[in-house]
């Protein structure tokens, strides 16, 4: 494809300092891995600042969103296994960041909620967010943006579809 050959040929170099992968066969998905390596180095940067580290902002944030809920609607909404969640949720308990306690209802359960400490953190873990959505998309035009969000949504349908049919 001619787009792939201005990758290569000069037009789109890859960044060899940029930490990420390059493939020939697969430019787009390279430089995609890299945006997403680099976002994330920078989101770790900025979440160690108040003491957290990614995905800890996000429980964070889902639990000020949709209140105390059982640990396995964490699990569903995070879409990794549940031995990961559950470590990531341990690491927060042990910090004071949320609570963790077996549900009234169903003695398997355990419902998680924000503890007072975890509330107070996140005001500034919407700053920081927004903060990571200025220095991501802060050299890009509004123009360019609405393309760029519109084609990622587009690819993310596509993904999805894929998936569902396997």
């Known amino acids: 494809m001619a787009w792939q050959q ?6 789109m170099k890859t960044d060899k300092t ?11 998905s390279s430089l995609l891995l890299q945006v997403v390596r680099a976002h994330a180095l920078l989101a770790t940067e900025l979440f160690q600042q108040i003491g957290i580290v990614p995905p800890q902002e996000v429980v964070l944030l889902y639990l000020d969103e949709h209140g105390p809920c059982p640990q396995r609607e964490i699990v569903r909404f995070m879409g990794r296994d549940r031995s990961t969640v559950t470590n990531t949720l341990q690491a927060m308990e042990r910090v004071g960041l949320i609570c963790r306690e077996p549900s009234d209802t169903d003695r398997r359960a355990l ?7 975890g509330r107070a953190l996140v005001p500034q873990v919407r700053r920081i967010w927004a903060e990571i ?19 990622l949504a587009q690819i ?5 579809e894929e998936l569902r049919g396997k």
């Open 6 to 11: 201005k990758c290569y040929n000069g037009d």
């Open 18 to 28: 940029h930490p990420g992968i390059s493939i020939k066969e697969a430019p787009f």
């Open 111 to 117: 419902i998680v909620s924000l503890s007072e400490k």
């Open 133 to 151: 959505e200025k220095k991501t998309i802060g050299s890009l035009s509004e123009e360019h943006l609405l393309t760029l969000m519109q084609g």
């Open 156 to 160: 993310r349908a596509g993904l999805a």
